[in-house]
């Protein structure tokens, strides 16, 4: 039975390669289609009901149905059988459709007559694209080899449809790829973009589908898998040590010795596919249940198990990373995820970044931030859509993807980067000049950075120093621990560039969302609130007095300032404190040169901090508030959580008067206070924070522009009393008061 129902889908999927193979336009492919499967599985209907838009079907071609019904009766996603089939992913076998829940007769199609009825969704790489039906008047189930059968000739059409066999004349079906297409996600990193797109991974074509040969096909899908296993183990023991990169690798090898992943793809292949296309039938299977997986474990085994088929398609179909494409000019990244290293590889060569998935804390979101590259996170479909090559522009303001542009879009748009342009124009001309107020205040903006490609800036931005450089960036993108002689280097490198401008070192800042790939990290219930930053650094002091050292041989002499992330109390500066003097009296011991000037800071982001003794800011030689942490403990909002991060105003009376009792607190001792927080860089916020007492602003090095531009432009006195007044009136935020007055500026 199995043999015969093996033969049967064989027969049928070698009448498929001649259709597939004939010069048919279209419309003409996808009719004989209906007729031949409605022939093979002898029953009196075929039909193809493909999407015309997201939201609706439409019939596009039968056997057995009213012919006058082709290309008019459309049905919404959920509606009737075949809208459901669609929406849920799933097969619908009923012996009785009529009395079959949510069945819609369509009177135009002539249908009452059927009884019973399969349908199968086609769909490709997870992508839905439409059902294919067949009915018969004998009330009966459809069997487990009629619906292989049936799912197949799906997956075929859907390999048709990618490869554009149905479009031409008379098909009236659109050409894939060849749409407009919107894209909400989340912005990343502020900046617009136009380019063209570069798949990150590019999209495996399988174009031989069917095969004759079953026996070749079997030595080859094994050949292949053997391949792919090596590959896995080789992978597995360069990455030992990394935890979550080798808890990956072991899942990928346990399916890449999987029996009945094997047997399955087998299966596939005594039924007709080609190896190629067996793999993408068992792949198209996973990606059916991942939809339907709502444990995230599951659903991340079931994603390992999806990138394990694609490697296991490239290794079969000889496409690897490689295409041969060469990358454009103006290349625009598009990828499901990348890794922070790799993102540093393409470097500033990219305009543009669009993810499918990844976090706005995630590695690779802060290169991109480094490398000032819009990126836009979420983008949900953009790697189905996108082909390379293709026309796009990126919204990284409003977290929005314009892929293959109408010319109304694209005028717009350019019209936005051309005003932005201007404005940057507008900014270069004042780079060399202060930012003084109207009152005459000087602000001090200085630019943040954690990467060598930042340093450029300095000049460009116009920023006065560097009042924040991350150095965990450094220890981010690198597979293995860097060795002091290296890091040395690098900070030697760091100063020289600034040629003299001063450069705030910050330590490690590691744990919570920046997670080291080559530390073993541990599971904590609430990581921003967890083993992180200063509390590794004193708790397992190797890494950070390694660092120490290394800033101090790279300072050679010259003057060097230390801060230190996440203290929360006048004992752990105290005690970080105590490791520069130590790493002090060795270098001296060893007869290394010493900074000329060595300054101490600490970085308040926790509202502990603030309510430090007196005597914590007489000793403290500088202050920088993380604006972005202080910001999330203050107002218990999580700055990961897209549910929550933007709920509570920077601008928020209660914010402003915590930092204002900050600056005052400094004041009273004389002890040097700067932001460096988001915050910082954004032009109202930092008016703001200058207009409250906080003089020194560290940002973005794309902001030191837009920030200084509006503060030459204020009155801080005034800025204040409008602030003050707002408090006084009740209001939550003073920010309606401040644009208020920003609008009242000639
Ligand atoms: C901050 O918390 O505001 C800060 C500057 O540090 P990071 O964003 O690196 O945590
Ligand atoms: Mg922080």
Redesign the pocket.
């Known amino acids: 039975m199995v043999e015969r129902a093996e033969s049967e889908s064989r027969k049928l999927l070698g009448r498929l390669r001649d259709t597939m193979a004939s010069q048919a336009a279209g419309q003409e492919r996808l009719d004989q289609i209906t007729h031949l499967t409605a022939d093979s599985m002898g029953t009196e209907v075929c039909s193809i009901y493909l999407f015309r838009d997201d939201e609706t079907l439409e019939l596009c071609a039968t056997q057995g149905l009213n012919p006058e019904s082709v290309h008019q009766t459309r049905m919404k996603l959920g509606e009737g059988l075949v809208g459901r089939v669609a929406r849920t992913g799933k097969v619908i076998n009923a012996a009785d459709a009529p009395s079959a829940k949510g069945f819609r007769y369509m009177p135009e199609t002539g249908e009452e007559i059927y009884s019973s009825f399969l349908g199968v969704p086609i769909q490709r790489l997870g992508e839905k694209l439409g059902v294919l039906v067949v009915q018969s008047k004998e009330a009966r189930e459809f069997s487990a080899d009629e619906i292989y059968a049936l799912e197949v000739v799906a997956m075929v059409l859907a390999e048709m449809t990618e490869l554009g066999a149905f479009v031409g004349e008379g098909a009236a079906l659109r050409a894939r790829h060849t749409q407009p297409v919107l894209i909400r996600g989340v912005t990343a990193q502020e900046g617009t973009a136009e380019g063209h797109v570069w798949l990150h991974e590019p999209r495996v074509v399988v174009t031989n589908l069917v095969a004759d040969d079953p026996a070749k096909e079997r030595a080859r899908l094994t050949e292949a898998v053997e391949n792919l296993r090596i590959s896995v183990d080789q992978l597995l023991a360069v990455a030992s040590g990394d935890s979550e990169q080798v808890q990956v690798l072991e899942a990928y090898r346990m399916f890449a010795n999987s029996k009945g992943w094997m047997r399955r793809m087998e299966e596939n292949i005594d039924r007709g596919l080609s190896a190629e296309a067996a793999v993408e039938k068992e792949q198209s299977d996973v990606r059916a249940r991942m939809l339907q997986a709502t444990d995230a474990y599951l659903r991340e085994r079931l994603h390992d198990l999806d990138d394990l088929s694609n490697r296991l398609l490239r290794i079969l179909t000889g496409q690897g990373n490689k295409t041969g494409a060469a990358l454009p000019e103006d290349p625009i990244l598009v990828a499901r995820n990348i890794g922070p290293g790799e993102l540093l590889e393409y470097g500033r060569q990219l305009r543009g970044i669009i993810l499918e998935e990844g976090s706005v804390g995630s590695h690779a979101a802060i290169v991109a931030r480094a490398l000032a590259i819009p990126l836009v996170i979420n983008a949900k479909r953009i790697q189905i859509e996108a082909l390379n090559g293709d026309h796009v522009m990126v919204d990284g303001d409003q977290g929005v993807v314009h892929l293959r542009p109408d010319d109304t879009v694209v005028n717009a748009f350019r019209d936005k980067m051309a005003m932005q342009a201007k404005a940057q124009e507008r900014y270069a001309s004042i780079r060399d000049k202060p930012a003084v107020t109207l009152c005459g205040k000087t602000i001090r903006l200085d630019m943040?950075a954690g990467l060598m490609a930042d340093l450029p800036s300095l000049e460009s931005s116009g920023a006065e120093g560097v009042g924040?450089f991350?150095t965990?960036l450094q220890f981010l993108v690198r597979s293995q621990m860097p060795k002091r002689t290296e890091l040395a280097a690098l900070y030697a490198r760091v100063l020289d560039a600034a040629q003299g401008k001063r450069v705030v070192f910050?330590t490690l800042?590691i744990g919570?969302d920046?997670v080291l790939p080559y530390m073993a990290a541990e599971e904590e219930p609430n990581p921003a609130l967890g083993w992180r930053a200063i509390r590794v650094g004193l708790d397992k002091p190797g890494v950070m007095r390694m660092q120490l050292q290394a800033l101090l041989r790279a300072a050679n002499g010259r003057p060097l300032s230390i801060m230190f992330?996440f203290i929360a109390q006048y004992d752990e500066y105290r005690l970080a404190r105590a490791e520069v003097d130590k790493a002090v009296a060795r270098e001296k011991k060893l007869g290394h040169t010493l900074p000329e000037k060595l300054e101490i800071g600490a970085?308040l982001?926790t509202p502990s901090l603030a309510f430090a003794s007196k005597r914590f800011y007489e000793e403290v030689e500088f202050l920088?508030?993380?604006?972005?942490?202080?910001?999330q403990f203050f107002f218990a909002a999580d700055?990961e959580n897209e549910r929550v991060r933007r709920r509570y105003d920077t601008l928020n009376v209660s914010f402003l008067t915590f930092i204002e009792d900050i600056v005052a607190r400094c004041a009273a001792t004389n002890t040097r206070l700067s932001f460096?927080?988001?915050d910082a860089g954004r032009p109202v916020e930092a008016l703001c924070l200058a207009a409250i007492g906080l003089h020194s602003l560290s940002m973005r090095p794309a902001s030191v522009g837009p920030v200084k531009h509006l503060l030459r432009r204020c009155n801080l006195d005034d800025v204040r009393k409008v602030i003050h007044d707002a408090r006084d009136a009740g209001e939550q935020s003073v920010r309606p008061a401040v644009m208020e007055y920003l609008r009242g500026l000639s």
């Open positions: 943040n924040l991350r965990e910050r800042d919570s920046k992330p970085m982001e920088s508030i993380g604006g972005n942490d202080l910001k700055r460096c927080g988001e």
